[in-house]
């Protein structure tokens, strides 16, 4: 009898040992679990809206360099929708990531995703247009300032006997179209013989640049140039001028996106502001890099602009 309580208590211990292992690897794999299982870095990527081709190219250039320095890239598109990339970017903090990049679609909306990122501890960097509010480590951009002025300096030149103009801006509230309405009006708000005589919001979309500039031409025909806060907005409105016949209206546009670069060399467009998005997309996941490498950034990484024309 004492032999069979000797051999059922042994088998209880073990038993025991068992079950003690077991608990203790699921703790272990618990706690694995919540990070990234290969030790892969991870950055998460908020696109404003990718139906813009500036904005696929700099996807393009920051893939290219995540997969160069092996870092997970976790693209989200907030399909130009404030509400959208809020959700987006609560839900790259779930997951984990060790960075956010964010293209904001409006800068001061964007402020709440931001805090909601800096309480959780993860460093965010914005990327082409900047942030009204919250803790950003650094913001990657050409100078929309100076682009803005650069368009303007050159739309001057082409007018030497000035007229009206018209200038298609962008999202309300991002800083892309306030900086760089901010540079084309500190030039031409000092000549006196050019008058910006219309003055309308087309989001940066192809589409509403064209109906905005329908809309613009039934009551206001005389027309010498056009400025758009971007290419996109600038190749709608040259749909609508050259449906009416006008194809000496100068139009400027920002960001040389391949078809408008292909309009300024066949002489329908006077030119545009080149940007260098895939340069732009590259740098902010090599500052994340660093960021997650324990490095310092700069508050402000500016990229290069030129002239296309």
Aim: charge should be negative; hydrophobic fraction near 45%.
């Amino acid at each position: 009898m004492k032999k069979k309580l000797s051999i059922i208590a042994s088998l209880f211990m073990a038993i025991l040992l068992l079950v003690g292992c077991s608990l203790e690897n699921g703790a272990d794999n618990k706690e694995t679990d919540s990070s990234n299982d290969d030790g892969e870095m991870k950055v998460g990527l908020s696109i404003s809206t990718l139906n813009n081709p500036f904005f696929v190219t700099l996807k393009e250039g920051a893939e290219q360099a995540a997969e160069k320095e092996g870092v997970e890239l976790i693209v989200v598109d907030a399909q130009n929708d404030s509400a959208k990339q809020i959700n987006d970017i609560e839900d790259l903090i779930q997951q984990n990531v060790d960075v956010i990049l964010v293209n904001p679609t409006d800068s001061s909306a964007i402020t709440a995703a931001i805090e909601s990122a800096n309480q959780a501890n993860i460093p965010v960097i914005t990327v082409d247009r900047s942030a009204e509010g919250g803790e950003v480590v650094s913001h990657i951009a050409s100078d929309n300032v100076e682009g803005g002025k650069m368009a303007g300096e050159y739309l001057v030149e082409l007018l030497p006997e000035g007229g009206n103009i018209v200038e298609l801006e962008g999202i309300p509230g991002s800083s892309a179209a306030r900086e760089r309405g901010e540079g084309f009006h500190e030039v031409i708000d000092n000549v006196e013989n050019i008058e910006v005589v219309s003055k309308q919001a087309a989001d940066f979309d192809r589409a509403k640049g064209l109906t905005v500039m329908e809309n613009i031409l039934q009551g206001q025909s005389d027309i010498k140039a056009v400025f758009a806060h971007n290419d996109e907005m600038a190749l709608g409105a040259l749909e609508a001028l050259q449906a009416q016949g006008m194809n000496d209206v100068i139009v400027i546009g920002f960001d040389a996106t391949d078809d408008a670069v292909k309009a300024v060399e066949a002489k329908e467009m006077a030119a545009t502001v080149a940007q260098k998005p895939a340069l732009i997309g590259e740098t902010a996941v090599m500052s994340a890099l660093k960021l997650m490498n324990g490095e310092t950034t700069e508050e402000f990484i500016p990229v290069e602009l030129e002239l296309v024309k």
